[in-house]
């Protein structure tokens, strides 16, 4: 890495994080509801805004003055006129479960939608077996898509890197602003996986 910041205690347990402006990056950690604001040049949080109770939050999106939050059990926050200090809150339980584990949440402008990373289970009613999925949120009808916009082949994914044996567990996920290419890290298997548009990798 070509920069390194020491985080205060309070994002220990940090799981999202989101560019904002030079400098300053909104923060979520895994235990609290609260989205906090820290700034690398202060090297400080600089600001946090609670949205909700305490709970496992995974990552956050921020679109405008618009902020998603995801919640591992599949609830999803949206928080309106962000940052202020009365914030209107709602939240909607997608499809999604525990057995899928949420840990990633990002913007794709090109389709207007957001995409959900799963780290577990990949299937909603059924087991896809050696397979990770990414699912989609349709911000214009308001609509989750039950069937996974990118399925991630464990074995094509050995194939691909050339190894026998290879873990690969979602925890975040990014659209490149200029590619469009899909960034997919996993800390489980320490693994970057890039697919383009259509999902290849």
């Known amino acids: 890495p070509n920069e390194k910041y020491k985080l205060p205690n309070k994002l220990t ?17 895994d235990e609290a509801g609260k989205i906090y604001m820290f ?4 090297n400080e ?9 305490d709970g496992d939050y995974e990552d956050l999106e921020i679109i405008g003055y618009t902020v998603y939050v995801i919640r591992s059990d599949g609830r ?13 809150v709602r939240h909607r339980d997608l499809p999604l479960s525990i057995k899928n ?14 995409l959900i990373a799963c780290k577990a289970q990949a299937g909603i009613k059924e087991k896809i077996k050696k397979k990770k999925a990414v699912y989609s949120f349709n911000l214009k009808d308001k609509e989750f898509d039950l069937t996974p916009r990118f399925i991630i082949d464990i074995d094509d994914l050995k194939d691909f890197a050339d190894e026998k044996k290879l873990d690969f567990q979602p925890s975040g996920i990014a659209v490149h602003p200029i590619s469009g290419n899909i960034y997919i890290i996993a800390s489980a298997g320490k693994l970057l996986v ?6 290849k990798l």
């Open 101 to 114: 584990d949420v840990e990633g949440l990002c913007y794709d402008p090109q389709k207007d939608q957001l």
């Open 39 to 42: 700034n690398t040049k202060k």
């Open 76 to 88: 999803l926050y949206k928080i309106d006129d962000f940052p202020a200090d009365k914030m209107e």
């Open 13 to 29: 347990e940090i799981s999202g994080i989101q560019y904002v402006k030079e400098d300053v990056f909104a923060c979520i950690q």
């Open 194 to 199: 890039v697919l383009n548009s259509s999902g």
């Open 45 to 53: 949080i600089v600001a946090d805004y609670h949205f909700a109770k």
